[in-house]
C-alpha cells in the first residue's frame, strides 16, 4: 500500500483522532472512534438514519491495509477519507495495549428514543445506572446476538461512545438502535406505554426467572432493566418495573456478574417469544 504519509503524532488530523478520547471532545464534535478490523468493517458499512455514512476517516498502517484489503476498499466505498500512517502513530491514538492498525472516525450513531417506540420493539435493554464501559458494551453485544430490537442507555449510565464501551461490543453497536441519555423514569413510561412489559434484573428479586419461564409469561413484548455491578438497582428503579426477577443460582456461586445475567434473561425472553417450532414428522 506505499509508505505512511503520516508519520508524526504532532499531525493536526492525528490530534484531533487523538482528542476524541475524552468525552468532551467526542460531545463536541459528534464523533467517536472505533478500533480494530470488525468495529471498522461494521461501520464501514453502517449509515445513519439519514443516509450518510457513518465511517469518516480510516487510519491504517501498511501492514493492516495489506491484510485487511477488504476493509480499506469498503472504507473508501463509504467515501472515507484513508490514511496511511505509520504504526507509532497509531499507538498514539489507540486505547488498547496492542492496537491492530485500524482506528476509524465515526459519526454518532445513536437513536431518538421516540423512534425506538415508533417501530414497537418486543424486546429492548434497558441499561439504568450502569458505570463501567466494558459492562455497558458487552451487554449491548448480548443484546444483539439475543435479537433485541433496541439498547437504551439511561442519562446515569457509561458513555456509550467510551472507547471501552465500543470495543467490548465487537461491532454490535453498529447493529441495532440505541438511544442514549434517556431519564430512567421516561424509558420505564414510554416503553410501558408502547405495550412492552418492564421486568427488572436483580439478584434479590422476588420473582424467579425459572418460575416466569414455566408460567408462560415472558412470551410479551418485554424491556429488562439492567442495573450497576456493584449495587443493583435502587429501590425507585425496582418500583417502576412489573416484576423484579432474579436469574436462579443452582449451583454455589455467589452471584452472576451483569453481562451474564444480561445475558440469560435476554435470552430467556428471546426463546419465549420466538414461535415454537412443528416437531419432526
Not at 199 to 216: F, I, K, M, S, T
Request: aromatic residues 4%; negative net charge.
Amino acid at each position: 500500500m506505499g509508505t505512511p504519509e503520516l508519520i508524526s503524532p504532532r499531525s493536526p488530523r492525528v490530534a484531533a483522532a487523538r482528542r476524541l478520547a475524552r468525552r468532551n471532545f467526542r460531545g463536541k464534535e459528534r464523533r467517536f472512534i472505533a478500533e480494530g478490523p470488525q468495529a471498522v468493517r461494521e461501520a464501514a458499512a453502517h449509515r445513519g438514519g439519514d443516509g450518510e455514512p457513518t465511517l469518516i476517516e480510516l487510519f491504517a498502517t501498511p501492514e493492516a491495509a495489506d491484510r485487511y484489503a477488504d476493509i480499506i476498499e469498503a472504507a473508501h466505498s463509504a467515501g472515507a477519507r484513508v490514511h496511511l500512517a505509520d504504526a507509532d502513530v497509531l499507538a498514539d491514538v489507540s486505547q488498547t495495549v496492542t492496537p491492530q492498525g485500524l482506528i476509524g472516525v465515526c459519526r454518532f450513531l445513536d437513536s431518538p428514543f421516540q423512534e425506538i417506540l415508533d417501530a414497537r420493539p418486543t424486546l429492548v435493554a434497558v441499561l439504568a445506572n450502569v458505570r463501567d464501559p466494558g459492562n455497558a458494551g458487552t451487554v449491548l453485544r448480548c443484546a444483539d446476538a439475543a435479537g433485541a430490537d433496541a439498547v437504551i442507555l439511561t442519562d446515569a449510565s457509561v458513555d456509550l461512545y467510551n472507547p471501552k464501551s465500543v470495543r467490548a461490543s465487537v461491532g454490535s453497536l453498529f447493529h441495532l438502535p440505541v438511544a442514549v441519555g434517556v431519564p430512567v423514569d421516561q424509558a420505564v413510561q414510554g416503553l410501558r406505554d408502547a405495550g412492552v412489559r418492564i421486568l427488572a434484573a436483580d439478584g434479590a428479586g422476588d420473582d424467579d426467572l425459572d418460575d416466569e419461564l414455566d408460567a408462560g409469561t415472558m412470551g410479551t413484548p418485554t424491556a429488562w432493566v439492567f442495573g450497576n455491578e456493584a449495587w443493583g438497582l435502587p429501590e425507585e428503579t425496582r418500583a417502576l418495573a412489573d416484576a423484579v426477577v432474579r436469574v436462579p443460582i443452582h449451583g454455589k456461586a455467589e452471584s452472576l456478574n451483569l453481562a451474564t445475567a444480561a445475558a440469560v434473561c435476554l435470552y430467556a425472553s428471546a426463546r419465549a417469544q420466538r414461535p415454537r417450532r412443528a416437531p419432526d414428522a
